[in-house]
Structure formats: C-alpha cells, structure tokens
C-alpha cells in the first residue's frame, strides 16, 4: 500500500447560495418532495434545477459555509502531505460525491477515503445518502479501495468538543 496514491474526499452537507432564485430553491423542494413521496427518478425539471444550483457562482458572502468548509481543507490538505484532498458535497453545491471520487479515480488514485464533516449520529446524510452512493461506485470500480470514516468515535469527538470549550473558557476567565 506503501506506493498506491491515496486519497480523502471530505463530504460536507453543502449550502443555499443567498443569491440563488427563492422560487426555484421552492420548486426544487417541492419536486424532490414528490419524487420520494411517489418513489420515482428525478424529473428532467428536477434535474435541471439541481445542476444549475450546484453549479451557481459562490462567494464567500454569498455561500459561508462553502467558504468555511474550504477553509477547513486548507488546514486538512498539509497534515495528508502527498495526498490528493478534495471537497463534495451532499446537496446544493457542486462536485457531488460520485464527482470527486470519479475526478481522484481519473488522477490515478487507488485508495480513496471518504469522510463526513457531519460527526453525529442519527442523519439521513451520514448514514444513509453518504454510503448509497458510495456503494454502487465500489461495485463499479473494483480496483479502487474505497472506504467510508464512519462513524465517528464519539469519545475523541467528546475531547475535541472539551478541548475546544476549555480554550474559550480559558480566554473568559483571562478577562
């Protein structure tokens, strides 16, 4: 495994644009809505809505949390020196998981781990959309390892939130 390219695709849920038309987000609710309500595939409206959503033109004022999830894979990319790193997303906002996979697969990639910025238990994204679309993808790259971090070790996650507050709490007392 010592000289197989590896890589990580962090998943964050993924945010509106504040500039994104409101009648569409609507519309595409209301057909996502009804599309699992009658158990169908996605209309082509559907479809198109999605695309143009995820593929919308983002700032840093108009999506934070997309701002803020990069920031956090500037801070992930050093500490994996030698790694290919990329971001997805779960909704709203492009590449979508099966995109970066693919995307690390056409670079060469070998081993791809999947992580999600959602570390709590109990999600729909994390543990149900996160590993349904992975499946299908190790079924049809078998040469790939593909591996999905979940889920989290909530006592590490425990001191990274005790860490976290103690540091703050550090910096009231100060004051």
Known sequence: MKNTKRGIVLVGHGGLPSDFPSEQVSKLMRL???RRRTKQEPSAEE???????RHWPRTATSDPYKAGLEQ???HLKPLFEGWVVKLAYNEFCAPNLTEAIEEMIAEGVKHITVASTMLTPGGSHSEVEIPEEIEPLKTKY????LVYAWPYDLSKIAHLFKEHISAFDLLAQEN
């Open 32 to 34: 996502e809505k009804e």
């Open 47 to 53: 479809i198109e809505i999605d695309r143009t959503l």
């Open 72 to 74: 956090l894979l500037s």
């Open 142 to 145: 078998t040469d790939i390892t």
